[in-house]
């Protein structure tokens, strides 16, 4: 059996909740140790927690830059103390999906950062067509770390992350021949590497074109080690470890202080 973790879905998507519980048994039966939900919109944060309690799954709750209009931090920020939530996000900056106002963004992202820093938790992190900014921002900010969730950057933003302390994770797009971004996989240290569906969006390959799911998470990992030339079963077990790392409220020893 090959593990892996889901270091990012969205459970709480109108195309997946209604199936979540089943999904994530699914998942599980497919040696998915770890699941996380991520958050979107502050307005939705209370019923993803709800969701994340019932699976026994975690969550993180935050704002997306493609939601910064929505930017309410009081129903995010009860939350941060409570044991499913591990990570504040997914936050960033998306200068792809047009139009887009960079300074709202970069006012969202940065009361996000302070959140995560007070409530001391990992930034999960959105980041598309962005890269300079957002270095320039964790920088300026001296923001604690995290993932770069769905990584299709270039290497020096790689290298970038990597100096911040950030972990780096893979989703269904790593699978797409086309992606440029596959020469750069191999260069990830071991202990800094996570995958992830993005479920709904991004199935992997052979399931693209599908509604992705959690459990279609082995066909990224799979993919992942394909490209760095390891064994399946050790990066398997090497992203769950990570995970824990990566997000440290889910680690069995503080699972058990909880
Ligand atoms: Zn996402």
């Given at each position: 059996m090959i593990e892996s973790v889901d270091s990012h879905c969205h459970l709480q998507t109108s195309v997946l909740r209604p199936n979540a519980g089943a999904l994530v048994d699914e998942a599980r039966y497919q040696g998915v140790r770890e699941i996380l939900v991520a958050g979107i919109t502050p307005s939705e944060t209370d019923s993803t927690v709800e969701l994340a309690e019932q699976l026994g799954v975690w969550c993180s709750v935050g704002c997306h830059p493609c939601h910064a209009a929505e930017w309410d931090p009081q129903p995010v920020v009860?939350?941060?103390?409570?044991?499913?939530?591990?990570?504040?996000?997914?936050?960033g900056l998306d200068y792809f999906h047009k139009p887009f106002d960079a300074h709202l963004q970069e006012q969202v992202f940065r009361d996000q950062i302070e959140m995560a820093k007070e409530a001391n938790l990992p930034l999960i992190l959105h980041n598309r067509d962005s890269d300079s900014d957002l270095i320039r921002i964790l920088r300026d900010t001296n923001a604690p770390a995290g993932v770069f969730h769905c990584f299709g950057a270039d290497r020096a933003t790689l290298d970038a992350a990597l100096e911040l302390g950030f972990f780096i994770s893979f989703a269904g797009?790593?699978?797409?021949?086309?992606?440029?971004f596959r020469e750069i996989v191999a260069s990830v240290p071991s202990d800094r590497l996570l995958v992830e569906t993005d479920s709904p969006w991004l199935a992997p390959v052979p399931y693209r074109g599908k509604t992705n799911?959690?459990?279609?998470v082995t066909s990224v990992l799979l993919e992942v080690a394909k490209l760095r030339d390891e064994d399946p079963e050790n990066l398997g077990s090497q992203v769950v470890a990570n995970f824990r790392v990566c997000f440290p409220k889910t680690a069995p020893l503080s699972r058990n202080c909880a």
């Open positions: 009860r939350w941060t103390n409570h044991p499913r939530v591990v990570a504040i996000g997914e936050c797009n790593v699978t797409f021949p086309k992606a440029v799911v959690p459990a279609y």
